[in-house]
């Protein structure tokens, strides 16, 4: 093992309901659905209308402002609706199924002897392209852009995070396949990072062409991001591609049989599950087909993704595109007199308030109550303590408030994205929104620069 990079500032929050290593299939959804919403940044432009034939990989839309970029359909069947929010903007393309799976046709063979244009071409045509983030602005890669690198966490740190190590058991084939097509796009590296506190799946320890960084620490260890800034941090003018372990695997099925292979593992977890396992199912199913009839209660917020950075979804909702992990935790909607006042043996406390504080491997019941109210924004010394990165996150929000580029750039904007500075707000005793804050800079930067 190499030198271990060891991750001191962050936190752990130890929630109830982790999943337990069972693979079960999921039923077929009646629908599935393709999110624009799951892609920052994204204007898209539909070419297949309501009540249209598609199939496994057919195009469903494309990006606007790079019309080669493709999102295509999970699986085939009808096009039933296009959900629209408010100014008519684009929500969701809901495709009804028919269950035969009929298959769009890409290229098949080795991609360690195709050319790059070859590999970019077929990532675009599949639909498989947006499955590659781009670092600065956390946005769908360009395909004209050469990233300095390529970054792959292999494990997540997030609270009830899906195990990687276990999803990925014998993938090492598609895995290696996709390594090879990655392998093409960069004249870089490609990082590997892993826990260092567990043995690596054989997927990852058997890989040829990337580098291993091994690391330990509270969240946000697992992040894409603290390991790049730890690694190689991101420059005005560099960028970096990152993608998740099982995407990769994705491309490297694209590869291996010429097909868009949908399916994916999504961990079903948190407090108000009955039985949380993990599901084999198809991306973008409905959420329903995995939660029905294993709640504890009606009263519930379900999250697609994490508690800190996921999306909130009704039970009528679709699992996001990206997401590996449902979460099902207590809707907070109460109010609770003199809360502060009480002991509170049950509640989770980062500053000690409580006297939960003496009991340190004690797994939470949480639920969405904020306990207060915004406040003045003020330097509290709460976000260093968890924030691991050698940059200042008060004062860059603060310039992203007042719209200072130029500050922004000097506080290191270019190496942070929501889902690292998500403690951040976790922490924060202002209950301001870093997110959407940091969000808003990125956007603004962005159409400013490029």
């Known amino acids: ?41 994204l204007t898209p432009k539909i070419v297949a209308k309501p009540c249209a034939e598609v199939k496994v990989g057919s195009t469903l839309f494309y990006d606007k402002y790079r019309p080669e970029i493709k999102y295509v359909s999970p699986v085939s069947g009808i096009v039933q609706k296009i959900v629209r929010g408010e100014r008519r903007r684009i929500i969701a393309i809901i495709v009804e199924d028919d269950g035969k799976d009929t298959a769009e046709s890409f290229k098949q063979g080795d991609p360690s002897s195709m050319s790059r244009e070859q590999i970019v071409e077929n990532l675009l045509e599949s639909g498989l392209w947006p499955t590659i983030k781009q670092r600065p602005y956390g946005v769908v890669a360009s395909p004209k ?33 996709g390594i090879d097509a990655l392998a093409k796009l960069t004249n870089g590296k490609i ?26 620490g509270p969240h946000p260890a697992g992040n894409v991001g603290i390991q790049i ?15 998740k372990p099982f995407d990769v695997v994705t491309i490297g099925r694209l590869f291996l049989t010429g097909k868009y292979d949908p399916n994916t593992i999504v961990a079903l977890c948190g407090s108000e599950v009955e039985k ?6 198809i991306r973008g199913a409905e959420v329903v087909s995995i939660v029905k009839d294993n709640l504890k209660q009606e009263n519930v917020r379900m999250i697609s993704g994490n508690v ?29 007199m003199f809360g502060w006042i009480t002991p509170g043996l049950k509640k989770f406390s980062v500053s000690r308030s409580f006297f939960s504080w003496l009991m340190p491997n004690r797994e939470y019941r949480l639920d969405t109550n904020l306990h207060g109210g915004e406040r003045a ?16 996150p008060v004062p860059l929000l603060k310039s992203i408030i ?12 270019y190496e942070v994205i929501e889902e690292d500075m998500a403690l951040c707000e976790f922490v924060c005793t202002s209950k301001t929104p870093v997110q959407s804050i940091l969000r808003n800079g990125l956007t603004m930067l962005r159409k400013e620069l490029e």
């Open 1 to 41: 093992m190499s030198e271990v990079i060891k991750i001191r500032r962050g936190l752990d929050i130890k929630l109830k309901g982790k999943a337990d290593k069972i693979f079960i299939k999921a039923p077929r959804s009646k629908t599935y659905s393709v999110k624009p919403v799951d892609f920052v940044s």
């Open 145 to 177: 852009d050469q990233p300095k690198a390529i970054f792959i966490s292999g494990f997540d740190s997030a609270p009830l995070a899906p195990d990687y190590d276990y999803i990925m058991k014998d993938l090492d084939k598609e895995f290696q396949a």
């Open 191 to 216: 990082h590997l990072g892993l826990d260092a506190r567990y043995p690596a799946a054989k997927a990852y320890e058997n890989a040829k062409k990337v580098e291993r960084h091994y690391f330990r």
């Open 229 to 243: 800034h730890k690694i190689s941090p991101v420059n005005k003018g560099e960028k970096v591609w990152t993608l």
């Open 276 to 281: 949380p396992v993990y599901y084999k199912l």
């Open 308 to 336: 800190l950075t996921g999306r909130k979804i009704s039970m009528e909702g679709h699992i996001g595109f990206s997401d590996n992990q449902v979460t099902v935790i207590p809707e907070g909607d109460y109010y609770e």
């Open 377 to 392: 924004f003020v330097m509290t010394g709460e976000y260093e303590k968890v924030f691991p990165m050698d940059i200042y």
């Open 402 to 413: 007042v719209e200072d580029i130029d500050k922004m750039e000097q506080l290191g904007i």
